[in-house]
């Protein structure tokens, strides 16, 4: 029997972990109509809250909670289906944003004609992301394209050159990508690898799908998905990859040039798949002494990874403050120039973008110009592709494939079981 997919908890929390109140004059009682709740998970809103909109909006009294991201949902859940207690606005992650934009007709505030009134400015997917059936009901206000950083003396030495054109022309999809990593192999004696992961390589892929994993209610494997799992098991086998864990402790190892193998051996570790916040967050924390050897380019497919939208309750009180609120921090010229001047973040605004792309020079990676180069990536991303059910689906497909990567099931008996899983589970 086919089981419905259960888009909300029952559950609520019983208390708010962190509550943030004062952005404004507290009202004396009730609520105000100059008065908005936010609830966050991520205290770039609260930065963005206290040193940007209020100061545009001396008025307003935000009353702000934040929230760890894995305790959110359960937070979020009840209070926006009972409408008890539920806030003005929030913010999504990425990894469960889709859940609630395709709630968008019954929870979220509509924010469609507000959006299309300026949407010819904005970088198109992260409002894709935060459409349903036509409608927008999320925005946000960071673009997360991702590319290849690579180590410019490894280039240099396996490859002859460190040019990010160059090394571009060898990456610049899958069968080049295949071949530079079997080249770097050979001229490394073995000793570097292209990737410490093929997990690396997952996003890329399943950007490069034509179909998202669910049509009319019926599960699609897509053949993009079916390649990845045919690359990674090609670069386990030829010994291509580093075998490590994405966020495991070689993944960052590598990073800082102190990978070791089963046996105690160095390791080199030629790139990274890292979207642009992973160059600021994750590569900039973890490169130790190779901070400066480093560059980047587009790599063989366009994708993204990560990023936080923020959507505002259909029940609210105060709709056109929530409005207001979602267009500043999402859309805004003025406040998103600053914001991008002030972080380094990507926005997804493309009258910023174009305005400040070209004064960037990023030390870390030798002078490069990273700012121009993802301007480029961000409007090549496809946000169509993302569904609600993404994140449980590819948690059985990520299953799947490490039994065929390790040999544990042929390809075709990996994707039945995956495809059983998702049945049984999901109704899919």
């Given at each position: 029997m086919k089981k419905s997919y259960v888009i909300l908890s029952t559950v609520a929390v019983a208390a708010m972990l962190f509550s943030v109140t004062g952005c404004g004059k507290k009202a004396a009682s009730g609520k105000s109509a100059n008065k908005l709740v936010v609830w966050s998970f991520t205290d770039e809103l609260q930065t963005m809250i206290e040193k940007y909109y209020q100061p545009a909006h001396p008025g307003v009294e935000v009353e702000y909670s934040l929230t760890p991201t894995d305790q959110f949902p359960n937070k979020l859940d009840p209070v926006l289906a009972s409408g008890n207690g539920a806030p003005d606005v929030f913010a999504l992650e990425d990894?469960?944003?889709?859940?609630?934009?395709e709630q968008g007709p019954n929870l979220l505030l509509d924010i469609t004609d507000e959006y299309n009134a300026i949407k010819s400015k904005m970088i198109a997917y992260p409002a894709e992301v935060g459409t349903f059936n036509g409608r927008v009901?999320?925005?946000?206000?960071?673009?997360?394209?991702?590319?290849?950083?690579?180590?410019r003396s490894l280039a240099k030495k396996y490859l002859g050159t460190d040019d990010p054109v160059e090394v571009?022309?060898?990456?610049?999809?899958?069968?080049?990508f295949l071949a530079t990593a079997r080249k770097i192999r050979s001229a490394s004696n073995g000793n570097c690898v292209i990737i410490s992961t093929t997990g690396d390589?997952?996003?890329?892929?399943?950007?490069?799908?034509?179909?998202?994993?669910?049509?009319?209610?019926?599960?699609?494997?897509?053949?993009?998905?079916?390649?990845?799992?045919?690359?990674?098991?090609?670069?386990?086998?030829?010994?291509?990859?580093?075998?490590?864990?994405?966020?495991?402790?070689?993944?960052?190892?590598?990073?800082?040039?102190?990978?070791?193998?089963?046996?105690?051996?160095?390791?080199?570790?030629?790139?990274?798949?890292?979207p642009t916040w992973g160059l600021h967050y994750v590569l900039k924390t973890n490169a130790g002494?190779?901070?400066?050897?480093?560059?980047?380019?587009?790599?063989?497919?366009?994708?993204?990874?990560?990023?936080?939208?923020?959507a505002g309750y259909k029940g609210t009180k105060v709709p056109e403050?929530?409005?207001?609120?979602?267009?500043?921090?999402?859309?805004?010229?003025?406040?998103?120039?600053?914001?991008?001047?002030?972080?380094?973040?990507?926005?997804?605004?493309?009258?910023?973008?174009?305005?400040?792309?070209?004064?960037?020079?990023?030390?870390?990676?030798?002078?490069?110009?990273?700012?121009?180069?993802?301007?480029?990536?961000?409007n090549g991303v496809d946000g169509k592709l993302t569904q609600g059910t993404d994140q449980a689906i590819e948690g059985f497909f990520g299953e799947a494939t490490g039994a065929y990567v390790n040999g544990e099931m042929s390809l075709d008996e990996a994707v039945a079981d995956f495809t059983r899983h998702v049945s049984e589970e999901l109704g899919f």
């Amino acid at each position: 029997m086919k089981k419905s997919y259960v888009i909300l908890s029952t559950v609520a929390v019983a208390a708010m972990l962190f509550s943030v109140t004062g952005c404004g004059k507290k009202a004396a009682s009730g609520k105000s109509a100059n008065k908005l709740v936010v609830w966050s998970f991520t205290d770039e809103l609260q930065t963005m809250i206290e040193k940007y909109y209020q100061p545009a909006h001396p008025g307003v009294e935000v009353e702000y909670s934040l929230t760890p991201t894995d305790q959110f949902p359960n937070k979020l859940d009840p209070v926006l289906a009972s409408g008890n207690g539920a806030p003005d606005v929030f913010a999504l992650e990425d990894a469960f944003v889709r859940k609630y934009i395709e709630q968008g007709p019954n929870l979220l505030l509509d924010i469609t004609d507000e959006y299309n009134a300026i949407k010819s400015k904005m970088i198109a997917y992260p409002a894709e992301v935060g459409t349903f059936n036509g409608r927008v009901y999320g925005v946000s206000w960071q673009a997360a394209p991702g590319a290849v950083f690579y180590r410019r003396s490894l280039a240099k030495k396996y490859l002859g050159t460190d040019d990010p054109v160059e090394v571009q022309k060898m990456l610049s999809n899958w069968n080049d990508f295949l071949a530079t990593a079997r080249k770097i192999r050979s001229a490394s004696n073995g000793n570097c690898v292209i990737i410490s992961t093929t997990g690396d390589l997952f996003k890329p892929f399943m950007s490069a799908r034509k179909s998202p994993w669910v049509v009319n209610g019926k599960l699609v494997i897509d053949p993009a998905a079916r390649q990845y799992m045919q690359m990674a098991k090609q670069m386990k086998d030829e010994g291509l990859e580093g075998r490590q864990g994405q966020w495991a402790e070689g993944w960052f190892a590598g990073m800082k040039d102190e990978l070791k193998d089963e046996s105690g051996k160095s390791v080199e570790v030629f790139s990274y798949f890292l979207p642009t916040w992973g160059l600021h967050y994750v590569l900039k924390t973890n490169a130790g002494s190779t901070a400066g050897d480093w560059a980047m380019c587009e790599g063989p497919a366009p994708y993204r990874w990560g990023g936080t939208w923020v959507a505002g309750y259909k029940g609210t009180k105060v709709p056109e403050l929530a409005k207001d609120f979602l267009l500043f921090v999402g859309t805004d010229d003025t406040f998103l120039e600053q914001w991008a001047k002030d972080t380094g973040d990507m926005v997804s605004n493309n009258n910023v973008v174009n305005k400040i792309k070209d004064t960037y020079s990023e030390p870390f990676l030798a002078g490069q110009n990273h700012y121009a180069e993802f301007a480029e990536m961000a409007n090549g991303v496809d946000g169509k592709l993302t569904q609600g059910t993404d994140q449980a689906i590819e948690g059985f497909f990520g299953e799947a494939t490490g039994a065929y990567v390790n040999g544990e099931m042929s390809l075709d008996e990996a994707v039945a079981d995956f495809t059983r899983h998702v049945s049984e589970e999901l109704g899919f």
